[in-house]
């Protein structure tokens, strides 16, 4: 069964203080890793797509990376409004060809001003 | 926005009702899926239609049921409700099918309470 472990649970820093946030999987044939971002009470909003170890993907201070059994989100110098859930899920193969995601439950991050 | 619409956005009904949940999907999607949301349980995958379609089934209890009609819009009906039914309740799209790897895009939610 397809799995995702997301960790921290919660984390806190302040403003410029940069760090990651690590999403352990396992999965029978990846066929993609995703982010998104969730803020309270609203739907996920799609951040990256990852599909092969060793690929990165960057959007404004955001980087994220994919190794064969975790994925990274590094967030440089971050601001108050990046504050937010972020959610790892992915994307198997053997899915009987369903395109459906298998979610963490998320790393809530808040930056501090 | 991600062009996928959910209504209603909230919903309060009694411990034994019905309701239903519409989403219609971003223009040109052909895959529908429902997730659930609750506190201790993060997503959780329901049900996944492809162009009409059941493609796959999730954790969906016997009392839901959905469909994905010829213009693409879907339902999620939740019958015999219960206290532990109440959660959001997100619709996602995506292009699906094509054997290409393509990002879901989320609705806003249905925010659902069961008193």
């Known amino acids: 069964e397809d799995q995702v472990t997301q960790s921290p649970e919660a984390l806190r820093l302040q403003e410029g203080e940069s760090s990651s946030l690590n999403c352990s999987y396992t999965?029978?044939?990846?066929?993609?890793l995703f982010w998104y971002r969730q803020d309270p009470g609203k739907g996920p909003e799609f951040l990256f797509t990852l599909y092969s170890a060793g690929e990165e993907k960057e959007k404004e201070r955001l980087k994220a990376t994919l190794t064969k059994k975790e994925s990274f989100l590094h967030i440089t110098a971050p601001k108050p409004e990046d504050s937010a859930t972020y959610l790892c899920a992915v994307q198997g193969w053997l899915q009987g060809g369903s395109e459906k995601l298998v979610f963490g439950k998320g790393t809530k991050l808040t930056v501090n001003p | 926005d991600s062009g996928v619409t959910q209504t209603p956005k909230h919903l309060i009904t009694a411990t034994g009702q019905r309701v239903t949940l519409r989403c219609s999907p971003r223009?040109?999607?052909?895959?529908v899926y429902w997730y659930q949301q609750s506190l201790d349980q993060g997503l959780q995958f329901l049900i996944q239609y492809y162009n009409g379609e059941e493609r796959a089934k999730g954790n969906i209890l016997e009392r839901f049921s959905a469909q994905q009609f010829p213009d693409l819009h879907s339902e999620l009906n939740l019958s015999s409700l219960e206290l532990g039914d109440s959660a959001l309740y997100f619709c996602?799209?995506?292009?699906?099918?094509?054997?290409?790897?393509?990002?879901?895009?989320f609705g806003q939610g249905t925010r659902l309470t069961v008193v």
């Open positions: 999965v029978s044939g990846l066929r993609g």
């Open positions: 223009s040109g999607d052909l895959s």
């Open positions: 996602a799209s995506s292009g699906g099918g094509r054997g290409l790897n393509t990002e879901a895009f």
